[in-house]
C-alpha cells in the first residue's frame, strides 16, 4: 500500500506521481497473490473478486489475480469427509463410489464426483414412499453426481475475516485515489453480500433450479439437475455432465465445434437472463463453462448468482438498443440514468470514448492515435472519475466484462454488437423502441403546439410592458468552479506580495537586515501560495482499458 501511494505520491503527501514500469506491477501483483493465498479461503474470494475489476487494479495486477479463478488448493479430504457424513451420513452408504481428489477447488468449497448406489438408494426410495414422502425416481438411481461440499468451519473464519476487511477499508481507502473510492467501498459491500449467499448451497440449489426452468426449452444450453436427496445447507449434489473446457480452443477445434457460435450462444444466454428472465449466473469463468461434444454450453456452480431489478433491467435494455442503433447520445443518457456516468462528465469526450468502445466491440481495429487523443482529452479536461459503479450493478459489470474476454477467447474477431442488435430485434425490443419514440414525438408535437398557442399573448405583454419601461432582469451567475473565489484569493495573494516585496525593500535601504529576512520568507510563502493557486487540479491519469486490444498483446508475446 505504502508503494501503491507513493505511485501517486513520491513523498506520499507531496510531489509528483511516479512512473511505474509493467515488471513492477506484475511483481506486486505476485507478492499480493502470494499474500491472498496465505491468507485463506475468504481473501482468496476476494482475490478471484478483484481480477474481473479493471476499474479497481491495473491489467498486471488482473492478469496474475486470474490464476485464483482455477488454482484454489482444496482442502484436505477427513475434514471435508467430516462435513459431508454430518449433512447425508456415512459416505459409504450413500454413495457406490466415490472420489476423494476434488475435481474442482474453489476457496468456499470443492467438487467430488460420485457415483449412486442403486440398491441403497432404490430400497430407501421404497421405505420413504411406505412412510408416505417424496422421493427422488429411478432415473436418479445409479448415476454419476457432482457433490459440492462447503470447507470445515468456513462460516466462522469469513465472519472473522469479514470484520478484517470492513475495519481495513477505510485505512486502505487512504493509500488509493479518488477515482477508486467509490467503486473500492461498493465492491467491499458487494464482496460481503456474495460471500455469504455462496455460502449459502440452499439458496443456490433455489437459482440453479430457477434458472434451468428457464431454459427448459433451449437445446443449446444445458444445466444441472438438484437431486434434493443428497443435498443440504452444507453440500449440493447435481448430476454430473461432462464437457470441454470452453477456453480449451485446441480440444474445441479437434472436435469440430464451431467457436464463434459458441460465442453466440454464450452472449445470447446471458442476454435472456440479464434483459428477459432477471435472474442469472454471475459467475461465468472459464472454470465454470465447458462444451459438450455436439456443441452444447454447460453451466457449473451457481453460488455467485443474482436478481436485476425491473429498474435496471429497463435502463439495460435501453442501453443495449442504443448501442445496436449506435445512437451515442441514448447510450450516454442511459449510463447516466442507471447512475454508471457522472452528469457532469465531459459529454463531448465520453462520446468519442464510446464510439472507440463500439469499434472494439464490432472486433474492429482501434487506431492508437484515437486512443491516445482520447486520454490527452480525458488528462486535460476530466478531473473527477466519470464512472460509477452502483451496488445494484456490480455483478452485472462482472458478468459483462468476463462474458467479453471468453467471447472474444473463443473468436478474436467476434461482433458483440452484431449479436445483441439480433437479439433485440428477434425479441421485439427495437420494435417496441420505435413505437414509443414515435409515441413521444407525438406528444411532444401536441405539446409544441399548444405552446405556440400560448406564445402571441405573452410575447405580447412582453413588449408592452418593455415599452412602458416597467421591464426588469434578472441574471444569477452560476460559479460551479469557484472562479470568484480564485480570482479573489489570487488578488489578495497578489497584494501580499507587493507590500511584502515593498517592506523587504524599504527595510533593506534603512539597514534592517532582521526584518528585511522576515519580510523575504514572508514574500516566498506568499508567492508559493499565488503559484498553487494557478495550478491546475491534477487530472485521473488513466487509460482506456480494451479486452480485445489487451488478449492481442497478450497473444503476441506469448
Known amino acids: ?101 476434488p475435481i474442482s477447488g474453489a476457496s468456499l468449497g470443492q467438487v467430488y464426483r460420485a457415483r449412486l448406489d442403486p440398491e441403497t438408494e432404490r430400497r430407501r426410495a421404497e421405505s420413504e414412499r411406505g412412510e408416505g414422502r417424496t422421493s427422488e425416481t429411478n432415473a436418479d438411481v445409479g448415476r454419476d453426481v457432482a457433490v459440492k461440499v462447503r470447507r470445515p468451519e468456513i462460516e466462522d473464519l469469513v465472519r472473522a ?34 460471500i455469504r449467499e455462496e455460502m449459502d448451497y440452499e439458496r443456490e440449489a433455489e437459482m440453479l433450479a430457477e434458472i434451468r426452468s428457464n431454459f427448459a426449452d433451449d437445446d443449446r444450453f444445458l444445466i444441472p439437475d438438484v437431486l434434493e436427496s443428497h443435498s443440504g445447507p452444507r453440500v449440493l449434489t447435481m448430476e454430473y455432465i461432462e464437457g470441454t473446457k470452453i477456453n480449451d480452443l485446441a480440444e474445441l477445434d479437434r472436435k469440430g465445434i464451431d467457436r464463434t457460435e459458441v460465442a453466440e450462444n454464450l452472449e445470447r444466454a446471458y442476454l435472456q437472463m440479464i434483459m428477459d428472465d432477471g435472474v442469472f449466473h454471475a459467475d461465468p469463468h472459464p472454470g465454470n463453462l465447458a462444451v459438450t461434444d455436439d456443441g452444447r454450453i454447460v453451466f ?45 462528465a465531459d459529454r463531448g469526450v465520453m462520446a468519442e470514448v464510446m464510439e472507440i468502445a463500439i469499434q472494439d466491440a464490432r472486433g ?34 462482472r458478468v459483462a466484462t468476463v462474458v467479453e474476454g471468453v467471447c472474444v477467447t473463443l473468436d ?65 451567475v452560476e460559479d460551479k468552479e469557484n472562479v470568484f473565489d480564485k480570482l479573489a484569493k489570487r488578488l489578495v495573494y497578489g497584494m501580499l506580495l507587493t507590500m511584502s516585496l515593498f517592506s523587504m525593500g524599504v527595510l ?20 508559493i501560495q499565488l503559484y498553487r493557486s494557478f495550478r491546475s487540479p491534477k487530472s485521473i491519469g488513466t487509460r482506456p482499458q480494451f479486452t480485445r486490444q489487451n488478449l492481442r498483446q497478450r497473444r503476441g508475446k506469448e
Request: proline share 6%.
Open 364 to 397: 474492429e481495429d482501434v487506431e492508437q492515435y484515437r486512443v491516445n487523443q482520447i486520454v490527452g482529452q480525458i488528462e486535460d479536461s476530466i478531473y473527477v472519475f466519470p464512472f460509477r459503479l452502483p451496488k445494484n450493478l456490480a455483478l452485472v459489470l
Open 161 to 194: 475475516d469479514l470484520r478484517v476487511i470492513k475495519w481495513s477499508l477505510p485505512l486502505l481507502l487512504y493509500f488509493v485515489d479518488d477515482a477508486r473510492s467509490f467503486s473500492l467501498e461498493n465492491l467491499a459491500e458487494e464482496f460481503s453480500k456474495t
Open 412 to 476: 478474436e474477431d467476434f461482433d458483440f454488437i452484431s449479436t445483441a442488435t439480433d437479439y433485440l430485434t428477434e425479441q421485439g425490443y427495437r420494435e417496441e423502441s420505435i413505437r414509443q419514440y414515435l409515441d413521444e414525438t407525438g406528444r411532444q408535437l401536441r405539446r409544441s403546439g399548444e405552446s405556440l398557442t400560448r406564445l402571441a399573448p405573452k410575447a405580447e405583454r412582453a413588449l408592452d410592458r418593455l415599452d412602458r419601461d416597467d421591464l426588469l432582469v434578472r441574471i444569477g
Open 1 to 101: 500500500m505504502l508503494a501503491y501511494a507513493r505511485d501517486r505520491r513520491r513523498f506520499l503527501l507531496f510531489g509528483r506521481p511516479r512512473q511505474v514500469d509493467p515488471e513492477t506491477h506484475r511483481h506486486r501483483a505476485e507478492v499480493l497473490l502470494e499474500s491472498l493465498l496465505t491468507l485463506g479461503p475468504t481473501f482468496i474470494k476476494l482475490g478471484q473478486l478483484l481480477s474481473t475489476r479493471p476499474d479497481v487494479l491495473p491489467p498486471a495486477y488482473i492478469d496474475t489475480l486470474a490464476s485464483l479463478q482455477d488454482d484454489v488448493p482444496p482442502a484436505p479430504w477427513p475434514d471435508a469427509k467430516r462435513v459431508l457424513e454430518a449433512e447425508l451420513g456415512p459416505v459409504d452408504e450413500r454413495f457406490a463410489e466415490f472420489d476423494t481428489e
Open 508 to 527: 533593506y535601504a534603512l539597514e534592517a537586515p532582521r526584518g528585511s529576512i522576515v519580510a523575504a520568507v514572508f514574500s516566498v510563502l506568499v508567492a
Open 300 to 344: 457449473y456452480d451457481f453460488g455467485m448468482s443474482g436478481r436485476v431489478d425491473p429498474f435496471v433491467q429497463e435502463k439495460i435494455t435501453e442501453f443495449y438498443i442504443a448501442v445496436a442503433n449506435q445512437d451515442i447520445d441514448a447510450i450516454l443518457d442511459a449510463l447516466i440514468e442507471i447512475g454508471t456516468l457522472s452528469p457532469d
